[in-house]
């Protein structure tokens, strides 16, 4: 027995040694929740040590609340005799509430309870793991309740599983586990099947976002639009496993789109119609047209069109669509008021019927037992009165909608419009007719007036003829047109006689003018006696010429003012009605010709400029984007590369001058300066290019940022300067000085040589005299040399100009061979000239004498003595003609193209000293006379100049 009690306190000890280890906190309690002990454990975890709480109740140590929750489940388990597990707050030694689950169970010995033992497990991790869930949910909710747009979560079987605030209140019933078909349209069945575009079921499918919009009634039967973004949920895996709907209510924006499509609808109809207005003045071609088209735009089956008579009391059916001629002669014929387009031609009311055999107004009508069911009827409406109706019939029923209504009504206008213009034509081509018998030769001339108002463009050429006309026709003194600018000054565009410009303001705005006073009333104004109305201002050159009556008719389009012209009598003229009706048509004529003119002129203006100022640089441009491609080339980059615009336009520069590896150097160097262009700053460089013809040219590279409104980068303008001019003017200038110190040179050494000479004495009178003869001769041909380059200096520059007068030309002949009278003489030469009626010939006599100096002592020094000139001046039609021949030396061939060069002397240039310039400065100044020149010459068979200039007179 000893050894028995020993193992159960060994037995006991373990137990206590297994709670005093146990990391959890341990209470036992007996039947009246009393603590009868606790684990160490316990006292870490609340403070209490055992001697502390043995003897105490468990209720001791809960608030009010957790005490209720101790109290509930200790009476639910002990009556059972069941374990218990539940979550409660314990109060600490420190105030504190500790989160723990209770875990519990009752002992028993000999099948009795005796108390209760509990693991108090620490819960402060997880109750603030669940707290922070918790709050993570509720946030979440409220954000999705703060959207205002309807959010609904499906799952895969199209049920609402979450939703909105806004969703719940929208729909206004239990909407979680519905289907979102009947949430969103009250249907019974998936909405696809009504033909409806189904995101969430794209989305399902897809596993992307989808977007649409649904139409739909919402709960008061109005049409709704919702657009609907669906993306989806997808699990840890990535499957879709819910689809997020967002519904956002566009149905004011839905509403004004159809609004807008509507009235595109509306404009597009009824600009077809005003085409066929427009085209011509010709009824049948018009009103057939018109009626083929309302048939086939509202899609009927036939129509046609009723004309009320000039007595106003029938309708006629003048066009007619879809009925035989046999209905139109039984039922064509419509008293007004009887039948529906009789009472729609009294009432003016357009009426429609989508059935005609179900509609009460019909009950009477022929048309009942035609066989048409849709029906309309649209009054045709001028000004003043319904000049007939529109007809269109369907044979199957046809509901005519508010919008085709309103474009049958807008049509029916326009008719009428139409309509009254005919009618006005033709009472025109009366008035024109009654004119003709009256005037033939005016009428004719007015007709040609109104035909070429009616198609001009440019009216500045035309303007004063037309004035003239009505000047004529209407027997006025004086007639001027003018029009109002934007600051509704007047301006003249044209007058009959007037010292005014056509850019003058004749009467600033405000000016009281008859012009003026009959813009203001919208009607023609006559003044019987201008000089004693005072009221109003007459231009001084006007006042001037004492006129009397004055008329003057506005033009107008629409309620715009074009401006007014006005016919002005020095005696009182009386104006009959048709006169005056007369002078309404034509200004009507003119102001629809000045508008169409400058609205023309202003859309040429404005496209036309800018490619007008490209296309007339002489320079190459080249406009490239960011990707240095070619955007567009002018017509010098064409004419210079012979790359054409449509080849050149999308390639990059390098494909567009990639002729060959020669072009390399200049590719490197143009994308160089683009490379700089395009980072927004300016470049330059010079190089060399072989175009596509295989010559070779210099050009100056300037490239240059092209920038948006922003300022930002938007491409590259590229002017490719074409300086073989310069480069040969340059190398002229080098020749030129060469040329000059070689020929300056001989004289200069010559003058020096001997002025040294003489300074030193030695020299004999005889020789020095002879020397004094040299330098004097060799300073005249430096004195010569100087004057003719500077002659070719003047011409060139632009400052030397031609004194033109009537010139004598035997006179002046005569003259200039008198000039040379001591060496021909001393030359035994002969020299003869003819003069064949040259007239009144106009040009610089000065140039004309230095040229025929210049060729006559070229025959006397490049011929032998005793040699023979022959000089003809005649007239050879529009030109002077004047030939220079002699029997002299004669040119070689191979000189005579060379023959206008500075300083070219030839083959006997080494036997007649001269300065090489003579034939250059003759060729300066036939250029000048606007002339040319012919040189015929065949070695040692002498030569003939022959110049021709043209014939001018002093008036010209």
């Known amino acids: 027995m000893a050894r028995a009690l020993k193992e159960k306190t060994i037995e006991l000890q373990k137990k206590d040694t297994y709670i005093k280890a146990m990391l959890d906190p341990l209470w036992v309690v007996d039947n009246d929740n009393n603590l009868l002990d606790v684990n160490p454990a316990f006292t870490r975890l609340f403070g209490y040590s055992r001697d502390e709480v043995t003897g105490s109740s468990i209720y001791d140590f809960f608030d009010e609340k957790n005490a209720a929750i101790m109290h509930a489940s200790l009476h639910e388990k002990s009556e059972e005799g069941m374990s218990s597990i539940y979550e409660i707050s314990i109060l600490a030694k420190d105030g504190s509430l500790i989160p723990v689950l209770i875990s519990g169970g009752p002992i028993y010995i000999n099948d ?135 519904l956002r209510d566009v149905t004011e924006r839905a509403k004004n789109e159809e609004e807008i499509s509507r009235k595109n609808r509306e404009l597009v109809a009824l600009n077809s119609i005003s085409g066929i207005f427009s085209r011509s003045l010709s009824p049948d071609e018009i009103f057939t047209e018109v009626l083929d088209k309302m048939i086939e735009m509202m899609n009927m089956d036939g129509g046609g069109i009723f004309f009320i008579n000039e007595t106003g009391k029938e309708m006629l059916c003048r066009y007619h669509r879809g009925i035989s001629d046999e209905y139109v002669k039984k039922l064509g014929r419509i008293r007004v008021g009887e039948d529906i387009p009789g009472k729609v031609a009294v009432s ?71 309509l009254e213009n005919i009618k006005l034509y033709e009472e025109m081509r009366a008035l024109y007719e009654y004119q003709r018998k009256r005037r033939e030769e005016e009428h004719a001339q007015l007709l040609s007036l109104s035909t070429t108002l009616g198609s001009a463009v440019e009216l500045k050429s035309i303007t004063g003829h037309i004035l003239v006309l009505l000047k004529d026709f209407f027997r006025a003194d004086f007639a001027w047109l003018l029009v109002s600018d934007d600051d509704r000054n007047f301006i003249l565009k044209s007058a009959t006689a007037i010292n005014s410009t056509g850019t003058e303001i004749i009467y600033r705005q405000g000016t009281s003018s008859i012009e003026g006073y009959s813009i203001e009333k919208r009607m023609p104004t006559v003044i019987q006696d201008i000089q004693s109305a005072d009221k109003f201002y007459i231009h001084p050159e006007i006042s001037a010429l004492s006129f009397c009556t004055a008329a003057s008719v506005p033009m107008y389009i629409g309620d715009k003012s074009v401006g007014a012209y006005a016919l002005y009598y020095h005696d009182c003229k009386d104006f009959k009605e048709e006169e005056i009706h007369f002078l309404q048509i034509i200004a009507n004529f003119l102001a629809v010709a000045i508008e169409r003119s400058d609205f023309y002129l202003s859309v040429i203006r404005a496209r036309g400029l800018s490619d007008a100022i490209l296309q007339s640089v002489t320079d190459s441009i080249l406009t490239v984007d960011n990707n240095r491609r070619v955007i567009s080339v002018n017509r010098a980059f064409e004419r210079n590369s012979g790359i054409p615009s449509q080849e050149a336009v999308g390639l990059t520069v390098r494909d567009v001058f990639n002729g060959g590896d020669e072009n390399t150097d200049f590719i490197m160097m143009l994308e160089a300066c683009l490379e700089k262009a395009l980072a927004g700053k300016s470049a330059n460089a010079e190089g060399v290019m072989i175009m596509a013809y295989g010559n070779t040219i210099p050009l100056l590279i300037s490239s240059d940022p092209v920038l948006d409104a922003e300022g930002e980068v938007i491409g590259a303008v590229n002017l490719l300067r074409d300086i073989s001019r310069e480069k040969e003017i340059d190398g002229m200038k080098t020749c030129l000085i060469r040329s000059v110190s070689h020929e300056f040179r001989t004289p200069l050494s010559a003058i020096v040589g001997m002025t040294e000479m003489m300074l030193d004495g030695d020299i004999e009178e005889k020789k020095a005299r002879k020397y004094l003869g040299i330098i004097l001769n060799e300073g005249i041909r430096l004195s010569n040399m ?62 004309l004498k230095q040229l025929l100096v210049n060729f006559i002592d070229n025959s006397l020094a490049f011929s032998d003595a005793g040699c023979s000139i022959e000089i003809t001046v005649s007239r050879k039609e529009d030109e002077l003609e004047i030939i220079i021949a002699d029997n002299g030396w004669g040119i070689p061939e191979e000189d005579l193209p060379h023959l206008p060069a500075r300083f070219f002397r030839g083959l006997h240039g080494e036997k007649v000293k001269g300065t090489g310039l003579g034939l250059s400065i003759c060729s300066e100044i036939i250029k000048m006379h606007d002339g040319r020149m012919d040189i015929k010459s065949e070695l040692g068979k002498g030569t003939e100049v022959v110049l021709y200039m043209p014939y001018r007179r002093q008036s010209e």
């Open 112 to 246: 009795r309870i005796y108390g209760k033992i509990s693991v108090l497990k620490d819960f402060r991790e997880q109750s603030e793991l669940r707290t922070a869930l918790r709050q993570s949910r509720d946030y979440l909710a409220t954000i999705m309740d703060s959207i205002q747009d309807e959010l609904l979560v499906i799952d895969r079987d199209y049920k609402v599983v979450k939703a909105n605030k806004a969703a719940t209140l929208n729909l206004r019933s239990p909407i979680i586990g519905v289907p979102c078909h009947e949430v969103s349209h009250g249907l019974y069945h998936p909405c696809w099947i009504e033909g409806q575009e189904c995101p969430a079921k794209a989305v399902f499918r897809t596993g992307r976002s989808h977007r649409t919009t649904h139409r739909h009634l919402d709960l008061s039967g109005d049409l709704k639009y919702h657009e609907v973004v669906a993306s989806p949920i997808r699990n840890s895996s990535g499957d879709v496993i819910n689809v997020v709907e967002l």
């Open 348 to 418: 003016g009311q357009i009426v429609t019927s989508s059935n005609i055999l179900k509609d009460s107004r019909s009950e009477k009508s022929q048309i009942r037992y035609s066989g048409m069911k849709g029906y309309c009827c649209i009054p045709i409406k001028g000004k003043a009165k319904i000049l007939g109706v529109f007809c269109l019939f369907n044979f199957k029923p046809h509901f005519f909608t508010t919008e085709e209504e309103n474009i049958l009504k807008s049509i029916g206008d326009m008719t009428g419009i139409a």
């Open 786 to 847: 100087v004057s003719d380059l500077l002659s070719i200096a003047k011409i060139e520059s632009g400052k030397e100009s031609l004194k033109l007068i009537s010139i004598d030309m035997e006179a002046l002949l005569i003259r200039v061979i008198e000039n040379f009278s001591s060496l021909i003489e001393k030359k035994g030469a002969s020299v003869k000239y003819t003069v064949k009626e040259t007239g009144d010939f106009v040009g610089d006599e000065g140039k």
